[in-house]
């Protein structure tokens, strides 16, 4: 069974605060993803990487960067959080091959104040 | 870019009732039209996809149809139980989306009444 494991559940920062978000995959997939979830909005994609050290934007990275140092671990980082940015964060991860399917982590729900 | 809508938004059906939810895809290229459910507090997870080469493919009670002119493709559930009752979520992979990145729908919160 693929795991896709983030470390946070919850968190509560406050605004400017730096805030990392941890995932960890244990299938050596090389690709791996970062959405965020809102009601109405669906899943967006903020970044993902298809290998180690290589990253791209998805389509709203502003405010956000990203870090992928190992294979299996593929981090989310807030520089200065935001009200704004008060969310569910989704962590995927996937193999190389075009089957297409996502393995999600059980999310991580940021409440900036 | 891709843009990929869903409707309804919410769907409330009684048990035993069929289900059915639609999404509209803006690039003509993409190829591949897969379906996640996602429980109350649990992960998305697929459920079904279809690839640009098949018009119609069905597992046990879920159905998806794909429309490549129209450029739709749609989720169909028969003999709904209350263990349907989730977030459903469209999503196409657009040209040059390599990597298995996806777009998705805003998302359809299925109750299922029994």
């Known amino acids: 069974d693929v795991k896709v494991t983030q470390s946070s559940r919850y968190l509560v920062k406050r605004t400017g605060e730096k805030v990392f978000l941890e995932c960890v995959q244990d299938m050596d997939h090389e690709n791996m993803f970062w959405y965020r979830q809102d009601p109405g909005l669906g899943l967006r994609l903020i970044y993902f990487s298809y290998d180690v050290k290589m990253k791209e934007k998805g389509d709203i990275p502003e405010g956000y960067s990203v870090s992928r140092e190992k294979k299996e671990r593929f981090s989310l980082i807030l520089e200065s959080a935001s009200t704004n940015q008060t969310s569910m964060y989704l962590c995927?991860?996937?193999?190389?091959?075009?089957?297409?399917?996502?393995?999600f982590g059980e999310g991580s729900r940021l409440t900036v104040l | 870019g891709e843009n990929v809508e869903q409707h309804p938004s919410t769907l409330s059906v009684q048990e035993g009732d069929s289900a059915v939810i639609k999404c509209t895809y803006s690039?003509?290229?993409?190829?591949?039209f897969p379906w996640y459910k996602q429980e109350l507090g649990k992960r998305p997870q697929l459920i079904i996809d279809i690839r640009s080469n098949v018009g119609e493919k069905k597992d046990q009670r879920i159905a998806v149809t794909l429309n490549k002119t129209a450029k739709h493709f749609s989720l169909h559930i028969t003999e709904t139980q209350p263990e349907d009752s989730a977030v459903y979520f469209c999503a196409a992979i657009p040209v040059g989306g390599g990597y298995n990145k996806l777009i998705f729908g805003a998302g359809t919160r299925l109750a299922v009444h029994p």
């Open positions: 690039d003509s290229a993409s190829n591949y």
């Open positions: 995927a991860s996937s193999p190389q091959d075009s089957s297409g399917e996502l393995f």
